[in-house]
């Protein structure tokens, strides 16, 4: 069965930089697409970047383009975060699901698993 683990999440300044981690296991992913999602508290979850795992082709929220980096290697999906602002404290979760069906990468329904997710917190 498919498992995701994030690390990597911390207490940083704004202006700083982080590096997420995602270890996925159960599966080859060959035919996955992966995600990067965060939720705050009191909002609904968020879409913040995708991978598609055979050909990596990606797709950034418009707060995360330019900042963040999103790759992946081997089994384990990155998510680099540059330039923090305090508006990106948030839990943040990484998703697999498979590549075919209606939905665009940007949407939870297109994800079948998710890890617990990593607390990020940026400080002014």
């Given at each position: ?5 994030e ?15 995602c270890?996925?296991s ?14 705050a ?9 995708a ?9 950034y ?8 980096t ?9 998510l ?45």
């Amino acid at each position: 069965q498919v498992q995701l683990s994030e690390t990597g999440g911390g207490l940083v300044q704004a202006g700083g930089s982080l590096r997420l981690s995602c270890a996925a296991s159960g599966d080859s992913f060959t035919n996955y697409r992966m995600g990067w999602f965060r939720q705050a508290p009191g909002k609904e979850r968020e879409f913040v970047a995708a991978i598609r795992w055979t050909g990596g082709t990606t797709y950034y929220s418009d707060s995360a383009r330019y900042r963040f980096t999103i790759s992946r290697e081997k089994n384990t999906m990155y998510l680099q975060m540059n330039s923090l602002r305090p508006e990106d404290t948030a839990v943040y979760h990484c998703a697999a699901g498979w590549q075919s069906g209606v939905y665009t990468d940007a949407v939870t329904e297109a994800y079948n698993y998710w890890g617990q997710g990593t607390q990020v917190t940026v400080s002014s």
